[in-house]
Structures are given as C-alpha cells and as structure tokens.
C-alpha cells in the first residue's frame, strides 16, 4: 500500500485491525474521578483531522468480525460462520456504502463528511482494503479452517481429490439435477451479454469450435439458478463415513464440455457481480408508496455493478472482457482463491451431526413475576418490566399482544413494525386480535432495507384481516419499536405499552441483545399514545413528558444533556456519560463529546459499529475511551447515562447517534426509573466496560486493539457472564 503523504490519522483509516492479541486495561464504572483537567491545547473542533470517515470505520467493523474465525476459543463452526457474516456484511456495504460513493462521483457531487475525505479518496482506501482482507479471508478459509473441519470429518471435496466414485456420483448428479435448468447463453451479435442479477453465480466459458450455425464468438456464459444448491453433500456410500460436500462450481466446471455439443471447452471460470441495492425513490412524487416500492424493489437486482469477484485462475483477457462489459475498473476486481459466493456455507454451520462444533444451546428465562402469570396485565400494571435479550426471553412481549388479541376488555392495539416477518408470532397475534374484532393499527415501515418485500407481504396479510395499515410519515423512516394496548377496566380505559431497542422479530431476539420494556406508567404510555397520534394522523408536534422522539427532541436534548454534564466539569464537580450504541457518526454529537472531555467529562462510549470519533487526543479527547465488543450475540441495545449531578438518569433508545437516526427518522428514547432498575442497567453496563476478551478499544490513529487480561485479572466476558446470570451456569456460554 502507498501511505506516502499521508497524516497519521489519516494513514490509520487506510490499515487492518492488528492481528495480535494486547493487553489493554479494562474500565470499571467507579465513583466518578475528580475531572482531568484539559492540557493546554487549543484545538479547531471542525478541524477534520479529529474525524473517522465513516465507510472507513464501519470496514474496520467487518474486519473485526472476520478476526473471529482465528478464534479458538469459539466453537469450530461458530468460527466459520464469523468468516461468513465478514462475506454477508460486505456485500451489503458493496450494495450501499461503496455504491453510494460511487454515485456522487458519477452525479458529480461529491461532498466530503467532517473527516474531509472526498468520495474518491475513501473508495481509493476501500478498494486497498478489501482487497487485502479479502485475500487473508481466503487463506483463513483454506489453510486454517478447512483443514480443521476435515479433522472432526467434514470435508468439502475438490476435483483433484475425487475419485473414480466420486466421479461417476458427480456425472449422474450433474446429469440428472443441473444440467436440465441450466441454460448456456452463447455470445454472438444476436446474444449480447445478458443481464446479470445481483449477486447471483455464474461461469464465462471459453469455447473452441464451430456450432451448428456456424457460429464460433468462443465465449458462453452460465448463468447458475439460485434455486440449485452451492454445495452438495456426497451419500455415505460414495463419500465414505462423515459429512463430505461437493461445490455446485465444481460440477458445472468438470460438466461444462456436456453443456455444449461438438465443442470444446478451453476454460470454465465462476464469477459473480455485485450490484447496487439501494433504492432511490422519490418519495415526494409518490402517491402510493406500497405500488412504487413494488416497482423498485425489481429494479434493484440490476442496479450498476460496482464489484466483480473472479476465480484467480480466469485468464486476464476473459478479465478484461468482463470489466469491459462491467464499465468496472481494475480496482473493483477482487481474484479469489474459491467459491465467489461464500455465504451460501451458512446452510452447513448448523450440522446436526456436530453439535460439539457449535455453541451449547440456552433457554432463555422468563422472569418469575411473569412465570404462570394468567394476566400479564396485572403484573405490568403494579411495576415495569425490564427484559435483556437474548438472556431474558422474548416470549413476555408475544404473550402480551396474544393475551391483548383474546382478552375481551381490550379495545386497541397500535404497533409499528420495522423488522418483523410477515408470518412471525408478532402478526400472528395481531392477525387474530383484528378478527376479533380489536381496533389494530400498524404502522409498517416499507422502506426498512432488504426487508422491503416481506414487510409488503406483511402489510397485505394485516389489511385482509382487517387491520388499519399506515406506512409511516413520507421522508422519515419509522424506526421506533413500540407498542399501545387500551383496556377497559373498572370503566376507565387504561394504557399498557411495550417500548424496545430492537425489532419485532423473535429470530433476532435470539441472537441480537435487545432492551424490552413493558409498562403501565401512566405519563409514558399517554406519550406514546401521542406520538401513534402523530404517525397516524396530522398536526403539530405534541408536548411529551417522559418520551424523547427523533426528529424532534431526542438530539436536542441529547446534546442538553452532555452540555449539562460539561457545566458540571467547568465548575469542578464530577462529570460522567457512558453510552452503547451501533454507530457514532453525528458531527454535533461528537463536537459536544469533545467538548466535554475538554471540560473533564469522564466519557465511556461502547460502540459497536461505527464510530467517527476519536479518542485519546491531548486537549481534546483525552477523557474519552471507545470499545466495542464483538463475540456470540450481536450487541444491539442503545443505552444512556448520565451523571446528572448524583442523580443519575438511564435511558434506553431505538436510535444510534447518528444524522439519519437524529435528523431524519422515527425514533423513541425513554427513561428506565426507578432505583433498582437503574442500579440493574448499571451493573450490565459495567460488564461491558469491564470485558477484557471480547472487548477492541479504539487508540486515537484509528487502529483497534483487543483485550485481553492483564496481570492477575481473571478473563471477563460480557455476554458470557450475562448469560450465566441470567439464565444458569456458565457452560451455557460455548
């Protein structure tokens, strides 16, 4: 790589995580420090210099994820899954992030972020980057990996490998399963190359002959149907004992010469293209967003290709061929060693024949006030009720809307659905509540990405149910996870609602850490009464007295709250914030982080994602520490605290801290009250600052370092630990 000229900052956003192990000192949540006064350094807080781009860290979050495959602590399996999600998360960041940059460049509007990198600049440390992670991704899969799964027998057969069986399997399989729905397509003047979809898996073949028509372009493309399997596993009477697969790639390139008559194949080699997948819709000349997103959602499996991933052993001339045909540059060509569609793996890291390669199941708990509870109303309505998934079950919040679908006192139920599934428990019960003849409103948000398609689905089955459907409010997404349930008792009519970090989806909750809370509170639950008012509805913005909502107020009180704790440190006293979230990417956020520290605000800050700030700078960030963690659960709750003076405030979010969160969607923020409640989210706070196994902590050039114990500290592991708490002891972790 070409780091001449660089910045260090700068310098840092263009190198990998580093691949050892250093011991870093953990964070304890203590009695707050006396304030560290600031040296005496007078800083520019818009200088960009003090800014991540924002592309830059979230490709150092993937990267993070791929170091788990070199994890031997986790379980075989749960390693190469890692390797996977790296896969799945680039080509979503291929889809929208590196698309998007591409776009500007192509409209002619490049806007720089506060970092100052212009969109050229940062695809130009994309495109660096990638490529060599790329390649370690490759080497982990095959020298370190594979051979490991062929210890414990699984083992992914290559052709040089097979024998006569194997062979005569593979002919009759190829014969029998692909060769009758593949369809060759022969280059010529009246076959122009064909249109690729997005992602799919296809073969440019060299060929050498003359066909029946006398024509001899020399070139034919496969395109594979996604219907076929990648990878097939051989019958124990061919493969021998243990779980032996074949790649489908491996099949259509031995087979090929039988996919055309009378020619001869010179090479067969894989490639898929990845196109871009954002939807750009103008939601303003719109008059129905359901039709209209029905329309795009086609469109983007064509979309303009911005990578082309090739078996390294193409020739350069069929390369260049394909990048010509592409309108793809060199730097967009990423040569892999293996199959160019890696995610299609995940379908063998659930194997049933080793459950010892996988983590050790749990049963999530229910809380014993709600264990046999036959109304779950009664329980919610003499104290709140705080739940921590994946730990914590899901079940409560299912239980509370089929008890609300049955129960002949409630009279509403109002729910906004981000991430759910069109044939999830969640509408499942809301299906049924409508025909029983429950007034259900759903707030359905189209437009969550990639979840477009079912979340139509969804909305078709509501409305034949009878159910009231409303796609949110035009230019803001509905990212708030709420739910409002009215009951008539003793004559009056009584408010119950369910408030979240995460979506209404019981798969994620099983694998995502998510805050759950079920109240009664009067005050909180007439604000969320008002803001279903405002979704569903028109009229002013309506005055809130627990609820924090974006757009409205939740940045600005926000930025109200780190400028308290500022005027605290200014006067000496004691200053603290810690924040969880995904993502830190909100310019005025992280200027009034800056100052803060400035000031003397002791900042902790785990974010697991992206993160624009930097810590650790003299004058500037130097009270400010970042981590993020990464290990079974993915870490999605959004968490707040603030000192306060003594008077210690926690809320729990659906938001991060960023512009699109703050500034332009739908989003909730509420209090979590109460002493115990408070001294509970604490203490699992704590866990998080204190992780020193699972834990990166973010220096202030941009690298990241791992954790891990030092001196006589004994390993801590966050998730581990909440696991054991929660639900029994710790051989449930892995």
């Keep these: 790589m070409n780091t001449e000229g660089l910045s260090t900052p700068e310098l840092a956003d263009a190198q990998p995580v580093v691949d050892e192990v250093v011991a870093v000192a953990p964070l304890v949540i203590e009695a707050p420090a006396p304030a560290t006064p600031a040296p005496v350094v007078v800083h520019n807080l818009d200088d960009s210099s003090l800014y991540i781009h924002r592309e830059l860290s979230q490709l150092q979050f993937n ?21 996977l999600i790296f896969s799945s998360n680039l080509d979503e960041f291929f889809e929208i992030r590196v698309a998007g940059l591409k776009k500007q460049i192509n409209f002619a509007r490049e806007q720089a972020g506060a ?8 695809l130009a440390r994309i495109a660096e980057l990638v490529h060599e992670q790329v390649e370690r991704q490759y080497a982990i899969l095959n020298d370190t990996l594979f051979p490991a799964l062929a210890k414990h027998n699984v083992n992914f057969i290559r052709r040089r490998f097979w024998t006569a069986k194997h062979k005569a399997w593979v002919r009759r399989y190829f014969r029998d399963e692909i060769a009758p729905i593949i369809t060759p397509i022969g280059l010529d003047p009246t076959h122009p190359f064909p249109l690729l979809v997005n992602k799919s ?10 066909d029946a028509f006398g024509r001899d372009s020399g070139l034919a493309i496969i395109p594979a149907p996604r219907l076929l399997p990648r990878i097939i596993k051989v019958p124990e009477d061919v493969g021998g004992p243990g779980d032996n697969y074949v790649f489908l790639s491996s099949m259509i390139h031995a087979h090929a010469d039988d996919l055309f008559q009378g020619m001869k194949v010179k090479g067969c080699y894989q490639f898929r293209l990845t196109r871009n997948a954002d939807l750009s819709m103008d939601t303003e000349d719109v008059e129905d967003l359901a039709r209209a997103l029905r329309g795009e959602l086609f469109s983007r499996r064509y979309g303009d290709a911005v990578r082309l991933e090739v078996v390294d052993t193409c020739p350069r001339p069929l390369l260049d061929y394909l990048l010509k045909q592409f309108n793809l540059t060199e730097a967009e060509l990423y040569r892999v060693n293996g199959p160019v569609n890696l995610t299609r793996l995940f379908s063998i890291t659930g194997l049933e024949s080793h459950p010892e390669l996988q983590y050790k199941p749990f049963t999530p708990v229910i809380p014993k006030l709600l264990q046999n509870s036959e109304n779950i109303f009664s329980v919610i309505s003499k104290q709140d009720i705080l739940l921590l998934h994946p730990f914590e079950s899901f079940t409560p919040v299912v239980d509370l809307l089929r008890q609300a679908a049955k129960d002949p006192h409630v009279l509403a139920i109002k729910q906004t659905l981000y991430r759910s599934g069109a044939n999830s428990e969640i509408v499942d019960a809301l299906v049924d509540a409508a025909r029983n003849g429950k007034e259900v409103t759903a707030v359905i948000e189209l437009r969550a990405r990639f979840d477009e398609e079912s979340n139509l689905a969804l909305a078709s089955r509501l409305q034949a149910a009878g159910a009231v459907v409303i796609y949110g409010v035009v230019g803001f997404k509905t990212h708030a996870k709420m739910m409002l349930i009215l009951r008539r008792e003793s004559g009056d009519i009584v408010r119950y609602a369910h408030l979240g970090t995460g979506n209404y989806h019981a798969g994620n909750a099983k694998l995502y850490t998510d805050y759950s809370l079920l109240t009664a509170d009067a005050a909180l639950c007439e604000d969320v009464s008002k803001l279903f008012s405002q979704l569903i509805g028109m009229g002013k913005t309506l005055r809130m007295k627990k609820l924090l909502h974006a757009p409205f107020t939740l940045k600005k009180t926000l930025l109200d709250m780190i400028a308290r704790e500022t005027a605290q440190a200014a006067e000496g006293k004691s200053g603290h914030i ?29 974010v697991r994602g992206m993160c624009c700030l930097r810590p650790g700078i003299a004058g500037v960030s130097h009270n400010i520490q970042v981590r993020s963690i990464i290990g079974r659960f993915l870490e999605h ?19 991060d801290w960023m ?36 834990a990166w902590v973010l220096q202030s050039d941009g690298r990241y370092l791992r954790t891990s114990p030092s001196g006589n500290q004994n390993p801590r592991n966050a998730q581990a630990g909440l696991l054991e708490k929660l639900t029994g002891p710790l051989i449930n972790a892995r």
Aim: contains cysteine.
């Design 637 to 655: 709750t959004r968490v707040f605290y603030f000192l306060n003076g003594g008077e210690e405030q926690i809320y729990l979010s659906s938001a």
């Design 578 to 606: 810690i924040a969880k979230f995904n993502s830190l990417t909100d310019p005025k956020i992280i200027r009034a982080l800056y100052k803060a520290s400035q000031t003397g605000v002791k900042i902790d800050l785990v």
């Design 63 to 83: 990267i993070r994820v791929l170091e788990q495959a070199l994890d031997e602590s986790y379980p075989l399996l749960e390693r190469l899954k890692f390797l």
């Design 201 to 210: 898996l296809n073969f440019i073949v060299e060929l050498e002959g003359v």
């Design 115 to 122: 970092d100052g990198l212009q969109p050229h600049q940062a």
């Design 659 to 694: 512009e699109r969160n703050l500034d332009r969607r739908v989003e909730t923020c509420f209090p979590v009250e109460g002493k115990k409640l408070i001294l509970r989210v604490k203490k699992e706070l704590e866990s998080y600052l204190s992780d020193n196994t699972q």
